[in-house]
T-cell receptor
Framework: GAGVSQSPSNKVTEKGKDVELRCDPI?????LYWYRQRLGQGLEFLIY????????KSGLPSDRFSAERTGESVSTLTIQRTQQEDSAVYLC?????????????FGPGTRLTVL | AQKITQTQPGMFVQEKEAVTLDCTYD???????LFWYKQPSSGEMIFLIY??????QNATEGRYSLNFQKARKSANLVISASQLGDSAMYFC??????????FGTGTRLTIIP
């Protein structure tokens, strides 16, 4: 079946512009995560959606970052007034709700470059 | 705070040899899950193997096995009979009740022909 997909694959923007990154999780997966990976570093958790529960936004670095999810499908990560330090690969992952710690399956990421 | 450590920033291994990638963690929570992911140059994170803290046996998945030593808080990944395609970044990650994966800084593995 189809895996997690993300779009665009690459995004170049100018400092101060807003960007929207999209994630389509695996069909039937109720949990969706966003992570950020700066060059040469590990992944930083940003936000987590689980079903109809309130999202866990504890990883969002500033109020310029926000995310929404439509039901148990598509999610959009929005970065307002982008800064050069926002340049990174943004990875989305999804997992099924089957109890325990279900494996998170990742999309290919969106590489964001802020000039 | 939970912490996960990968002490090997880079490793070079001869093709067909076995390789062990180190991972240690620090937590007071008795219940957790450990994951290993592979990230090739294409950038995608590929799930390799999972170990639950209460699992009695070490996890195995094909050429991948996890040397889980709970008392020492280590979860090393062992790759047997390494192949050129194994060259990639490898990340160890841990998850607790809140289900946020916390990643280590990764190990870059290069397989030499």
């Amino acid at each position: 079946g189809a895996g997690v997909s993300q779009s665009p694959s690459n995004k170049v923007t100018e400092k101060g512009k807003d960007v929207e990154l999209r994630c389509d999780p695996i069909s039937g997966h109720t949990a969706l995560y966003w992570y950020r990976q700066r060059l040469g570093q590990g992944l930083e958790f940003l936000i987590y959606f689980q079903g109809n529960s309130a999202p866990d936004k504890s990883g969002l670095p500033s109020d310029r970052f926000s995310a929404e999810r439509t039901g148990e499908s598509v999610s959009t990560l929005t970065i307002q007034r982008t800064q050069q330090e926002d340049s990174a690969v943004y990875l989305c992952a999804s997992s099924s709700e089957a109890g325990g710690w279900d494996t998170q399956y990742f999309g290919p990421g969106t590489r964001l470059t802020v000039l | 705070a939970q912490k996960i450590t990968q002490t090997q920033p880079g490793m070079f291994v001869q093709e067909k040899e076995a390789v062990t990638l180190d991972c240690t963690y620090d937590t007071s929570d008795p219940s957790y899950g450990l994951f290993w992911y592979k990230q090739p140059s294409s950038g995608e994170m590929i799930f390799l193997i999972y170990q639950g803290s209460y699992d009695q046996q070490n996890a195995t998945e094909g050429r991948y096995s996890l040397n889980f030593q709970k008392a020492r808080k280590s979860a090393n990944l062992v790759i047997s009979a390494s192949q050129l395609g194994d060259s990639a970044m490898y990340f160890c990650a841990i998850v607790f009740g809140n289900e946020k994966l916390t990643f280590g800084t990764g190990t870059r593995l290069t397989i030499i022909p």
